[in-house]
């Protein structure tokens, strides 16, 4: 049979019908799909796909297991290096990164990496195939893991299995950071998805705190002083929002993404009353920014009950840094998009609600720092958005809250903590950071990356420790 220069579809909710839910709108392949889609990958004598992998998974060797229909020892191989692959094989943007170097995408479409690795990982959950046990020896070397979001949660991981007793700090009630308050339901589930995987790191002998918010309960130095860790690892990413500073902003009726997406998200509220979270979007909605974020957002809003959902975008949709696939079902779904389009003010009633979005139209001039095309306004092209809400999805910073209590820390200019590219490691000596604290918002898998990084440092920096005491 001749090769297919097609990647099998991945099977979706009609958009329609999942407008209205937050079902889980990707489905997953079934086994022969899978089978198929395998057997599509050429298996390279120079696989190029792994180097677009932050984790290093060995990807044709996992794709081979598929192929072959040993989905145990696909799952196996592709946690050899990633503690979370129902949650990559989901939210990755493997087309910038092991889909964009396979050899197969120059002819036709690339394999479908992370559908398969998402078929290999729903398949190991829904048969609870936990991973192997590691016990700690009872005098191992104690790690803290401030925050449990991607990098802190594979830090752990890897440092389980490596032997180490570790412990997460998690500042809300539910572990997960991002994956649980930030990525919506409909991408992401979560008692099917994220908790499940948490629940197989506790397994490994992970401890997690929550509710437990570093800086505050515990300063870094309390924990390798009097709480008796030997190192520390800083996970806690980029959560404080941005705003652009323009009238308005204060009025009932706006929202930071953050805000809007950890109610719904973490707190529930799209499932009020039942969860006592109520979350007001109006009629219409509009979403200020073109990242994944704005995506999640704009998707929300409407699944809330919004009758008409704005994206609004300085830049046009080439420049959207959104996903391709998030952007396509936002279309699919009936986001308007209003591009080369600028909010200058938010205008409220009465009562202080909001009421309409003052916009000026854009146009692009030439590129910028960030090498994409530095949008100028259009003198006199000003208008109005009537609307009842506005989300601002325009990027986080870091929480400040580890800096102010951790004399001797080095930050950078935006106040990212400084930290070793490939180590991550700090000026603080045992101390070490990675994902969006350090980076600034990233995505997903490039955290988890630095947290394996980071986990490969602090075992070497410990057996370095333990060998001058010996």
Same mark, same amino acid.
């Given at each position: ?52 992998? %932050? ?7 996992? $794709? ?48 479908? #990496? ?45 440092? &389980? ?21 930030? #990525? ?27 509710? &437990? ?20 690892? $800083? ?140 949008? $100028? ?23 400040? $809250?580890?800096?102010?209590?951790? %004399? ?63």
């Amino acid at each position: 049979m001749a090769l297919s220069l097609k990647k099998h579809p991945m099977p979706v909710q009609a958009p329609e019908v999942r407008a209205h839910n937050f079902e889980e709108v990707a489905l997953g392949y079934d086994e022969e799909t899978a089978v198929a889609e395998a057997e599509r990958c050429l298996h390279c004598k120079v696989p190029q796909c792994r180097k677009g992998c %932050p984790v290093s998974v060995d990807i044709p060797a996992f $794709i081979a297991k598929i192929k072959e229909r040993d989905y145990g020892g696909a799952i196996e191989k592709i946690k050899e290096t990633n503690s979370l692959p129902a949650v990559c094989g989901r939210v990755c943007p493997q087309e910038n990164q092991c889909e964009k170097y396979c050899i197969l995408g120059k002819k036709g479409e690339p394999v479908g #990496i992370g559908r398969l690795e998402r078929f290999a990982a729903d398949r190991a959950l829904a048969k609870e195939m936990p991973d192997a046990p590691f016990a700690a020896a009872p005098d191992a070397q104690r790690v803290a893991v401030i925050g449990s979001g991607p990098s802190g949660l594979s830090c752990a991981g890897d440092l &389980a299995k490596r032997g180490y007793k570790v412990t997460i700090f998690e500042a809300l009630h539910k572990a997960g950071g991002v994956l649980s308050y930030g #990525i919506p339901e409909f991408r992401l589930p979560k008692d099917k998805v994220v908790q499940k995987e948490i629940e197989n790191l506790e397994k490994l002998g992970v401890t997690i705190e929550t509710d &437990a918010v570093a800086g505050r309960l515990y300063t870094v130095d309390e924990l390798l002083g009097e709480e008796g860790f030997d190192a520390v690892f $800083i996970g806690t990413g980029a959560g404080l929002p941005r705003f652009q500073n323009i009238p308005g902003e204060s009025l009932s009726g706006v929202y930071s993404a953050n805000e809007f997406l950890t109610r719904c998200n973490l707190m529930k509220a799209y499932r009020f009353p039942d969860y006592a979270t109520p979350l007001k979007v109006g009629k219409t909605a509009a979403i200020i920014g073109g990242g994944n974020v704005a995506m999640d957002a704009a998707r929300t809003a409407l699944r809330l009950g919004a009758e008409h959902v704005y994206i609004v975008y300085r830049r046009s949709e080439a420049e959207l840094p959104a996903r391709a696939e998030e952007v396509e079902h936002a279309k699919e779904e009936g986001i308007d998009f209003r591009l080369l389009t600028n909010p200058v003010a938010i205008e409220g009633d009465e009562n202080g609600w909001v009421k309409a979005m003052r916009c000026i139209r854009m146009e692009l001039g030439e590129p910028d720092a960030s090498g994409r095309r530095r949008p $100028i306004p259009v003198e006199g092209s000003e208008f109005s958005l009537a609307v009842d809400t506005v989300i601002v999805a325009i990027g986080t910073g870091p929480n400040p $809250i580890i800096a102010q209590t951790t %004399p001797g820390l080095a930050l950078t200019k935006r106040g990212n903590i400084a930290a070793d590219e490939e180590t991550g490691a700090t000026s603080k000596p045992g101390v070490f950071a990675g994902g969006d604290i350090v980076t600034g918002a990233a995505t997903v898998i490039l955290a988890m990356g630095a947290g394996r990084k980071a986990a490969a440092a602090i075992d070497a920096y410990l057996k370095e420790k333990k060998a001058e005491r010996d």
